[in-house]
């Protein structure tokens, strides 16, 4: 028996050459880079194109459809040909695509902090324990006061032609202290008067 080639290779090269001539067709098949983009952007446009018919043709439809509207509404002694020519020239869409539409200016909130009012003052708090005609009583109120832990002070006032002096308590961080104090001068049998005033 002759030596040669086995069989599988006169089957599978012509198999292979055939295939590279076709790789090579399908090659010369596919665009340059320049012809996809010329592809893509004839695309793009035709894209645009097809959504602009469509909004028109939507925009017509609805304009038809009101001036239709319109027509019917209206009363039989005006429907004259003035009439007629103005509600079919009314473009209902038209006149809202081009129309302003003016969005008052609000004023931005800001928050107020804890403590302070609208004006930004901080707000502080007293108490007004007493008022006495005497210095002597008002010492010993603020004495009493300063021995259950109070931070007094002894303010003089004119009030009629007569010398008063007015024992306070406090100032007090928040109105929340200064509740407590309030609380625990009324069970010394003290009624406070709540005086509020901006810093």
Do not use: C, H
């Not at 473009?91 to 931005?108: G, Q, R, S, T």
């Not at 002070?153 to 309030?182: C, H, L």
Request: glycine share 4%.
């Amino acid at each position: 028996m002759s030596k040669g080639a086995p069989n599988w290779v006169w089957v599978f090269t012509p198999l292979v050459a055939l295939s590279f001539v076709g790789f090579l067709f399908y090659l010369t098949t596919i665009p340059a880079s320049d012809d996809i983009d010329k592809i893509t952007q004839s695309l793009t446009e035709q894209a645009k194109t097809a959504k602009q018919k469509i909004k028109d043709s939507a925009k017509q439809a609805a304009n038809e459809a009101l001036q239709k509207a319109l027509k019917d509404e209206l009363p039989e002694n005006v429907k004259n040909e003035t009439v007629n020519k103005a509600v079919d020239n009314y473009e209902f869409f038209e006149i809202l695509e081009n129309k302003d539409v003016k969005v008052e200016k609000v004023a931005e909130y800001k928050s107020i902090p804890k403590g302070y009012n609208k004006d930004g003052k901080k707000i502080q708090y007293r108490l007004k324990a007493a008022s006495f005609k005497t210095q002597e009583r008002a010492d010993r109120m603020k004495a009493q006061l300063t021995l259950n832990g109070f931070n007094t002070q002894i303010e003089s006032a004119d009030i009629n032609g007569a010398t008063w002096y007015r024992v306070f308590a406090g100032p007090f961080e928040n109105r929340s202290k200064m509740n407590k104090a309030q609380d625990q001068m009324v069970s010394m049998g003290i009624n406070p008067v709540e005086i509020k005033t901006t810093l």
